[in-house]
Structure formats: structure tokens, C-alpha cells
């Protein structure tokens, strides 16, 4: 795509690949911007000027509780101030949309079942709720399922779905808010573990997870196997969606494990650009982890559909128990 001379490109950055926490957004505005630059931040990577790209840093507003019977984030039983929410209305507005087919019955129908197994007769506790697209099929299952979630937004997509009545929702981030009361299964889907940054903060998520699960509980976790093996020596970029109108592909640094999600999309003439930063954890860092909150491995899948784990699986879907 080529613009015309004089034709304003806008590049909003959202924060859409990992789940509903974001914690870096950037807008990039010219008066001539083509193909050329975008790929160039393909090759370059995000966050740096490229040609007559200029970059600057764009916080999104807060949004804070207090609707549909929403509690706000409890630490300890307190209430406190709710933290900056990035997923936004625009984001929220187009979140369904965006990864449709995540949503296909296909791919959630394998993972309620999954869930509604474990949770049993117990409560279910889902971090990162976002818009239902997990609770709401597991609700309809007969399950009783809390959320937590920091974006106002992406909870009132939630609350307008049809099935979603009975789903309680907590505001404040899954890191450190306690719901209230205990369940027999907390998970958290779609690689939103990877939105945690630093691994203090991936520790801290399951001590989390395991203090609001009664004894004997589980906690679920999928998540992408690190796609090390498909980079050769020197190169640190991973495609992973390649179409006439987008670009999707992860930038790895061995070093940190940082990881970061970029997603380019042309629509209309208008280019759009996301990324989000993260952290990749591995199997074995996922098993100590819950070793530090109290919990063990139970079982370990290649899918919802209990596929085999092997050293080709590229997502797992991992349990771990609570001690009795």
C-alpha cells in the first residue's frame, strides 16, 4: 500500500495479542508513510523512528468500578485504587472481532468442557476474563464463574452478552486482587500469562491463583510453547500470520525472555499497528513456579482435546493442584 502525498496514515497501537492486560501503546502519525516503512519496522523492530516515522508514547485513560454490581479490586479485603486500564473502548469495541476465531465454537467448546471437568460442583475463578469469550460457555455449562479483569470496557462487552448475567467480575489486576471467597478451579487462557512481564510478577500470579483455591483445587493454564527452535542463529523475529492485509510476527530476546507481539493491518488504506510486550515461560519454569505456591503438576496436554504433550507441541495446557 502506497499513500497518496498528503495522505494521513495513522498507526494506533493496541495491545490485542496476549489477553487483557497491556502495558505499552504507542501512536505513530505521517503525512507519507508507505509499505516500505512498515516493513522496515518488521526488519527494525518496534519502537524506533524509522525514516519519517516519529514514535511518542500514548497512555490510555482509566476506568474504574462501580456499574452492574462490579466490586472494586480487594487486596487483603481492602479496596484500593484501580490501576490504569489500556483496553479501552476502542480496543474492547473491536476485541470479538479481531480474533474471531478464537471465538469459533471449534475452539471454545473443547476448552469449557476442559474446564467445566475440573471445576465440578466448585466455583471457577477466570483471570483475565475480557469479554466472556471462555466464561460465558463455561456459565452456560452450569458452572459458577468469577472474573478479574482491570478494563471497564472490556467487561461491559461481557456484561451484554447473552449467558452472562450470572458471572460475578472483580476490577483490578489478576496479579494481586482476591475475589472473595474460594473455588475449586482458577485458569487463565490464551496466553495471558505471557502479559506478566517479569517473572516476580508470573510467581506472584500463581500464589495468587493457589490462595483462592480451596484444597484440592486446580489451576489451569494455556499457553504457547516459546518458538526459540524456528529462529536461526542471529535472527530474533518469528512470524506467525502473513496475509494480503496484515502482518503478525514476535520479537524474542533470549537473553531477558522478554518477548513482543507486533501486529500490522491495512484496512481502507488506514495502517494500524499493535504491539505488546510480554515474557515466555517454558513448561519447567511454569512446574516451579507452582512448586513455590503449594501446588504440583496433575497433567500436561498438547490441547483441550487432551492431545498428547510432546517435544512438538507448540501450546500446552497445563494443570496444577493444590495440596490437600
Known amino acids: 500500500m502506497v499513500t497518496d502525498e498528503g495522505t494521513k496514515l495513522k498507526l494506533d497501537s493496541r ?7 497491556g502495558n505499552a501503546f504507542k501512536r505513530v502519525e505521517t503525512a507519507n508513510a508507505d509499505v516500505n516503512a512498515l516493513t522496515a519496522e518488521l526488519v527494525h523492530g518496534p519502537g524506533e523512528a524509522i525514516g519519517d516515522l516519529t514514535l511518542r508514547e500514548a497512555r490510555r485513560g482509566s476506568s474504574g468500578p462501580g456499574l452492574n454490581g462490579w466490586c472494586p479490586q480487594q487486596h487483603c479485603g481492602q479496596s484500593v485504587p484501580v490501576p490504569t486500564v489500556y483496553f479501552d473502548e476502542p480496543v474492547a469495541e473491536r476485541y470479538d472481532a479481531d480474533f474471531a476465531d478464537m471465538f469459533q465454537l471449534a475452539v471454545v467448546d473443547p476448552a469449557a468442557s476442559f474446564l467445566a471437568r475440573l471445576a465440578g460442583e466448585g466455583r471457577a ?40 448475567a450470572g458471572i460475578g467480575v472483580t476490577i483490578g489486576d489478576f496479579v494481586t486482587t482476591r475475589a472473595g471467597g474460594t473455588f475449586r478451579l482458577a485458569y487463565l487462557v490464551f496466553n495471558t500469562i505471557m502479559s506478566l512481564t517479569t517473572q516476580d510478577q508470573q510467581v506472584e500470579c500463581f500464589r495468587n491463583a493457589a490462595a483462592q483455591l480451596e484444597p484440592g483445587g486446580c489451576f489451569v493454564i494455556e499457553v504457547m510453547v516459546p518458538a526459540l527452535r524456528r529462529l536461526p ?60 505456591a503449594g501446588m504440583t503438576l496433575r497433567e500436561r496436554w498438547g490441547g483441550w482435546k487432551h492431545e498428547p504433550f510432546t517435544s512438538e507441541t507448540t501450546t500446552h495446557i497445563s494443570v496444577w493442584q493444590k495440596s490437600t
Open 233 to 292: 542463529p542471529g535472527q530474533t523475529v518469528v512470524p506467525f500470520q502473513v496475509t494480503a492485509t496484515g502482518w503478525g510476527y514476535d520479537v524474542y530476546d533470549a537473553a531477558t525472555q522478554a518477548i513482543t507481539a507486533n501486529y500490522v493491518r491495512i484496512t481502507d488504506g488506514r495502517g494500524e499497528h499493535a504491539t505488546f510486550p510480554g515474557r515466555y515461560v517454558w513448561p519447567a519454569e511454569l512446574d516451579l513456579m507452582a512448586q513455590l
Open 125 to 164: 475463578l477466570e483471570l483475565g476474563i475480557g469479554t466472556g469469550r471462555i466464561a460465558v460457555p463455561l456459565r452456560q455449562r452450569g458452572v459458577r464463574v468469577h472474573g478479574i479483569d482491570l478494563s471497564a470496557a472490556m467487561i461491559a462487552r461481557l456484561r451484554a452478552k447473552p449467558g452472562a
Open 15 to 21: 495491545a490485542v495479542g496476549y489477553g487483557v492486560l
